[in-house]
């Protein structure tokens, strides 16, 4: 029982234009919701985090938005360049048990 | 300087056989985890420690056994492999493991890739 999907295994965009990551969560205990940017034979690397009670974070490029009536979120990197091709992981965080729960990522393949 | 590492990176290993991950970090975190990365590419918790103390305990087969000699260490000794343990393991380290902490933001190793035969 998958309680955060991720349900595009891989996205192509073209440089300089807009790249939309989704996830979907069904939890409502969820209090936190987190971004993972992974390369190959690396481990995941944190890039940007949303609390429940916001519904969007910016942090340069990156932003994420947060719909709570949808349980969704979303990620949107502007403009996207060739080194943001990875794969990314969404996470949310339970509150009372601090576990985190991953989707299965979605592999970004920015083209020049 | 490697803030989360794991070793080995690699490991290829026949049916029954028992092996150990090791998992070192030099953050000075309070929390430690280990992650499987199963054939879905899903990320699973299966252990938490803070402060040498088991926190999340997950459902996974009592052949997997967590030891914990200090805050800045956590290693996975796995008893009588199965084919279905091939997988990846990440080890992870967070400042605030327990509940109602901040962020919690996690720092991952490089992953461990378990191959059984």
Known sequence: DQQVKQNSPSLSVQEGRISILNCDYTNSMFDYFLWY??????GPT??????????????????????K????????????????????????????FNKFYFGSGTKLNVKP | ??????????????????????????????????????????LKIMFSYNNKELIINETVPNRFSPKSPDKAH?????????????????????QDGLAGGRTGELFFGEGSRLTVL
């Not at chain 2, 794991?6 to 953050?27: A, F, H, R, W």
């Not at chain 2, 956590?74 to 967070?94: K, P, Q, R």
Request: proline content about 3%; overall charge neutral; hydrophobic content about 35%.
């Open chain 2, 74 to 94: 956590l290693n996975l000794h796995i008893n009588s492999l199965e084919l279905g343990d091939s997988a990846v393991y990440f080890c992870a380290s967070s």
């Open chain 1, 46 to 67: 944190f890039l940007i985090s949303i609390s429940s009670i916001k519904d969007k974070n910016e942090d340069g490029r990156f932003t994420v938005f947060l719909n």
């Open chain 1, 37 to 42: 940017k992974k390369y190959p034979a690396e």
């Open chain 2, 1 to 42: 300087d490697t803030a989360v590492s794991q070793t080995p990176k690699y490991l290829v290993t026949q049916m029954g056989n028992d092996k150990s991950i090791k998992c070192e970090q030099n953050l000075g975190h309070d929390t430690m985890y280990w992650y499987k990365q199963d054939s879905k590419k899903f």
């Open chain 1, 69 to 96: 009536s949808a349980k969704h979120l979303s990620l949107h990197i502007v403009p996207s360049q060739p080194g943001d091709s990875a794969v990314y992981f969404c996470a949310a965080r339970l509150y009372n």
